[in-house]
């Protein structure tokens, strides 16, 4: 079934650890994105791809960085984990359409906690 | 750039009442505006979108409507359900960003029997 996938789900980690987000979709999708959520707050975009070798920071600056080597596959990582980091983060993807805008499909989502 | 604000931040009707949730947004090239969904726990989904190029949408008991006059669009509930406890989240697409979306901050609608 086509979906949007992240793990982990829940990650608990101590000041200073590197860590990796997974994101992968089977919707066939170009486009990739990266939200920051608090929970039951505002999304905030942090990065975004709209293809193989297309990353962009998004408004919300970030500390993370994301790479895009594969068109299904989109992970976050953060070389030094902070207490200030703990949030929920949320891949989503959507169809290219040029300059039509068409509907984000989102993940699950990965709560992270940095002790 | 684009701005969005949402109103109001907490919501409480009686099951069979309508809801009503207004944006505003500050760009008048944004042209896309959907709203998403979220239950507690888990991912916003999408319930219903317009673009620019239309005043009003309807699917079943929800409808938007949007006046690009004064810049605002509302997200409209009737004969709510306690299923439609969740919280909505408006958005406006940023002009030129190729799909890149900015959101309204929610709204905690809260549906009683």
């Known amino acids: 079934e086509a979906d949007i996938y992240q793990t982990p789900r829940y990650l608990v980690i101590g000041t200073g650890k590197k860590i990796t987000l997974e994101c992968s979709q089977t919707?066939?999708?170009?486009?990739m994105y990266w939200y920051q959520q608090d929970p039951g707050m505002e999304l905030h975009l942090i990065h975004y791809s709209y293809g193989v070798n297309s990353t962009e920071k998004g408004d919300l600056s970030s500390e993370s960085t994301v790479s895009r080597i594969r068109t299904e596959h989109f992970p976050l990582t953060l070389e030094s984990a902070r207490p200030s980091h703990t949030s929920q983060y949320l891949c989503a993807s959507s169809e290219f359409g040029g300059l039509v805008n068409n509907e984000q499909f989102f993940g699950p989502g990965t709560r992270l906690t940095v002790l | 750039g684009e701005n969005v604000e949402q109103h109001p931040s907490t919501l409480s009707v009686q099951e069979g009442d309508s809801a009503v949730i207004k944006c505003t947004y500050s760009?008048?090239?944004?042209?896309?505006f959907p709203w998403y969904k979220q239950e507690l726990g888990k991912r916003p989904q999408l319930i219903i979108d317009i673009r620019s190029n239309v005043g009003e949408k309807k699917d079943q008991r929800i409808a938007v409507t949007l006046n690009k006059t004064a810049k605002h669009f509302s997200l409209h509930i009737t004969e709510t359900q306690p299923e439609d406890s969740a919280v909505y989240f408006c958005a406006a697409s940023i002009p030129g960003g190729y799909n890149k979306l900015i959101f309204g901050a929610g709204t905690r609608l809260a549906v009683h029997p």
């Open positions: 760009d008048s090239a944004s042209n896309y």
């Open positions: 919707m066939g999708h170009d486009k």
